[in-house]
């Protein structure tokens, strides 16, 4: 049987009703417009992660769900979807997706939080689908599973592929639960699954992901997934995003997966050589295991596809991004996304991605003086910087911009006798495209 989604209103009256009467099985749902959701309040995922799950087909037919915001009380498990049980989601896209997680009050025991836009449980099919917004997760006694997509691929034949998600993922700490300290249960986090036992084929990711602040939490992240489980099947995946440590012993972070079970399997995947971050100055970052090969940003944009680049090697699936109105190409883009306009959809992330690691390393010096005259060092990429602009915030907040000159692929500048040591920098960064990015001193301090 066919149901037909006009109205924000029959994604709970039409779908969520036959979900939970158990009357999705062979029925199949489709979206024939976009549904803008900012008016809808206490939007709660659709069925029961326990009893009530979706097992048939929605097809958003390249249709957009935007500002949709997920923020249900004392609830474990956060998506759009409870649980994708035996059913197949489709031609989807979520825009200024928002997901927060509320477990306040709650009198259970250690209990595992799965969340993702799409589903905090698959255990069939996503396709050709993406997401673009944020996720909070709030630290509780039990384990984390949070991933762009869906926090939990469950099943050795469970599939997400030809999807995207530039999600940023966040923990918030959460106090305790009935009184209960928190344990030291495992966050897995990853940019298109929190923890993956399926298969993610031809999927990127943009997304930062950063931890929990609790220590005692171990913590596991990767661009794709957290943990590749053993029957993990991992192919033509790449991330952009940032995965930013917290310089705790027995946190794994990787570029493709945090945790490689020996039996996954990983192949025909990249990652941006500087994707692994410190969250602050002084921090390092230990990577977990070598899943996925390293690559610079002008090996992802590779037109020509030349032996070594990712585009040699992602396969048919991706293809080169047509020049933009600037006439610049940025990361691969899926051919099945392509007749959507979502070949540039990830713009705004490959611009900070590309012009981050154009300040390959920064140094501040002191002089030994009683003036302090402060000097700053910056090394840059030869890539197309056109100007760059150096902001320091004094400790009372107050603060100076100068625009130091660019020599070659570095730049110099003394600011001169100043009383104050410790600054915080910024640095503004103008390619000759015009398009601008501002990144401080922390994102660039440690090069990987």
Known sequence: MDYYIDTP????????????????????????RDLDCGKITNFAPLGNGSRYSFDGEL???????????????????????????????????????????????MRSGANTTRAGIIAAVCQGTILNCSAQGTMTVQEGTGACLAGGLCGSLSYAESEIRRSWADVSISFQAGGTENGKKKDDALCLAGGIAGSANGIIEACHSAGSVAGPPDASKSYAAGGICGKADSCA????????????????????????????????????????SWCLRPKSAGERVRAANQAGDKKRWEEFTDPEKKPGSVLSELGSGYACTPPGP?????????????????????????????????????????????????????????????????????????????????SGSSFSYNLGNNEYINYDFLLTLKDKYGRMVTISDTDIETTI
């Open 9 to 32: 209103e029959d994604l709970t009256n039409i779908l969520g009703a036959c979900i939970r009467k158990n009357t999705t099985r062979g029925s199949r749902f489709i979206i024939r």
């Open 59 to 105: 097809d958003g037919a390249d249709h957009v769900i935007k500002n949709l915001e997920i923020c249900p009380r004392q609830t474990y498990d956060l998506g759009f979807f409870a649980k994708i049980g035996a059913g197949t989601v489709k031609n989807l896209r979520f825009e200024a997706a928002c997901v927060r997680q509320d477990i306040s009050g």
């Open 233 to 272: 099947k991992i192919t033509s995946c790449y991330n952009l995003g940032y995965l930013y440590s917290r310089a705790v012993e027995g946190d794994a972070l990787g570029g493709i997966a945090g945790i490689t079970e020996k039996e996954a399997v990983v192949s025909a995947c990249f990652y941006l």
């Open 326 to 406: 600037d006439g610049y190409v940025y990361a691969p883009h899926l051919v099945s996304l392509e007749k959507t306009g979502d070949a540039g959809a990830l713009s705004e992330a490959c611009l900070k991605a590309l012009c981050t690691p154009a300040a390959l390393s920064f140094a501040e010096s002191v002089y030994p003086h009683t003036t302090n005259p402060v000097k700053v060092d910056c090394a840059l990429s030869d890539g197309a910087l056109a100007q760059v602009l150096l902001t320091a915030v004094r400790p009372d907040q107050t603060q100076i911009t100068v625009e130091p000159p660019i």
